[in-house]
């Protein structure tokens, strides 16, 4: 098929921080799958949730209390959940949650489950920040929760498309954007949550360059809203579909709960690489510097 229906979910978190870590997963989990079943509603064939969907963006502070919202992968019970729901509508879903291998390795991982269910594999997010936002002490504290990914830069093949995942503040290093595109993408999704005052003005300007740079289609997903007890800042929403021609193909509002519905179009796709030949004329070899420390 050339035409796939590509859904995008955002969504504010409204449970007070202070509250159990359960109490945040079963609320956030309830709505999000009322969305998803949204979105399918309206045509979706690849859903993709925000980054670390089940809860608050907890990073703003730095204690051991989130830890316990981490889950295996694939076995764990949210993944299981949703590859149920998966199978039930037959869409791919993009599901990034909080992952833990072992005893204690903790990553920043997203899930992509096919439209019969399978488990098709993780991609789990390779730059992890540690910057201060807001006010109070408050900040993107990252590194406190979650190792560097290491599972490379993998493209699934789904039922509806190949897709490539690239999680929030990766979208700010060109590298593996373009390893995505070497490895087959046609869609990447970047499940993420950003607030504005940090980086709002990239927003729009960053991942349309990548889909030019790449000749593929970017997802870019943002919650909404404010969180308390942190409030550092306001998640800005604005998730949207950008065409390898750096044209925003749709677009959700800044404020609220939504799911944002956009079509990729891969004969486009092909007609963008045919025209601008990157791929054939990028020069690998003179590139050794990049990757010096």
Request: contains cysteine.
């Given at each position: 098929?050339?035409?796939?229906?590509?859904?995008?979910?955002?969504?504010?978190h409204?449970?007070?921080?202070?509250?159990?870590?359960?109490?945040?997963?079963?609320?956030a989990?309830?709505?999000?799958?009322?969305?998803?079943?949204?979105?399918?509603?309206?045509?979706?064939?690849?859903?993709?949730?925000?980054?670390?969907?089940?809860?608050?963006?907890?990073?703003?502070?730095?204690?051991?209390?989130?830890?316990?919202?981490?889950?295996?992968?694939?076995?764990?019970?949210?993944t299981?959940?949703?590859?149920?729901?998966?199978?039930?509508?037959?869409?791919?879903?993009?599901?990034?949650?909080?992952?833990?291998?072992?005893?204690?390795?903790?990553?920043?991982?997203?899930?992509?489950?096919d439209a019969?269910?399978?488990?098709?594999?993780?991609?789990?997010?390779?730059?992890?920040?540690?910057?201060?936002?807001?006010?109070?002490?408050?900040?993107?504290?990252?590194?406190?929760?979650?190792?560097?990914?290491?599972?490379?830069?993998?493209?699934?093949d789904?039922?509806?498309?190949?897709?490539?995942?690239?999680?929030?503040?990766?979208?700010?290093?060109?590298?593996?954007?373009?390893?995505?595109?070497?490895?087959?993408?046609?869609?990447?999704?970047?499940?993420?949550?950003t607030?504005?005052?940090?980086?709002?003005?990239?927003?729009?300007l960053?991942?349309?360059?990548?889909?030019?740079?790449?000749?593929?289609y970017?997802a870019?997903?943002?919650?909404?809203?404010?969180?308390?007890?942190w409030?550092?800042?306001?998640?800005?929403?604005?998730s949207?579909?950008?065409?390898?021609?750096?044209?925003?193909?749709?677009?959700?509002?800044?404020?609220?709960?939504?799911?944002?519905?956009?079509?990729?179009?891969?004969?486009?796709?092909?007609?963008?690489?045919?025209?601008?030949?990157?791929?054939?004329?990028?020069?690998?070899?003179?590139y050794?510097?990049?990757?010096?420390?």
């Open positions: 098929m050339s035409k796939v229906t590509i859904g995008l979910i955002q969504a504010s409204d449970i007070h921080g202070d509250e159990p870590v359960e109490a945040h997963k079963k609320a989990i309830e709505k999000h799958i009322r969305l998803v079943r949204e979105a399918a509603s309206k045509g979706a064939q690849i859903i993709s949730l925000q980054e670390i969907f089940y809860g608050p963006y907890f990073c703003a502070e730095q204690t051991t209390k989130w830890y316990d919202a981490a889950e295996e992968m694939p076995n764990g019970p949210t299981k959940l949703f590859r149920e729901l998966a199978r039930e509508l037959g869409v791919v879903l993009i599901l990034p949650i909080y992952e833990r291998e072992g005893i204690a390795n903790y990553y920043n991982t997203s899930a992509v489950i019969d269910g399978t488990y098709l594999g993780k991609y789990r997010k390779h730059h992890i920040p540690h910057v201060v936002a807001g006010d109070g002490g408050c900040g993107f504290w990252e590194k406190y929760y979650f190792k560097p990914g290491n599972s490379g830069y993998p493209v699934f789904t039922a509806y498309a190949k897709v490539g995942v690239y999680i929030c503040y990766d979208r700010h290093f060109p590298e593996g954007a373009r390893a995505l595109g070497l490895n087959g993408a046609e869609i990447v999704f970047n499940p993420s949550a607030v504005a005052g940090t980086s709002e003005y990239l927003w729009k960053e991942q349309p360059a990548h889909a030019v740079a790449n000749g593929y970017v870019a997903i943002n919650r909404v809203g404010y969180e308390a007890p409030n550092m800042g306001e998640f800005y929403g604005q949207y579909l950008v065409d390898p021609r750096g044209s925003i193909a749709a677009i959700g509002s800044r404020d609220r709960d939504e799911v944002v519905i956009g079509v990729m179009d891969k004969e486009l796709i092909r007609e963008v690489r045919n025209s601008w030949q990157f791929y054939r004329d990028r020069r690998p070899e003179t050794d510097g990049i990757i010096n420390l």
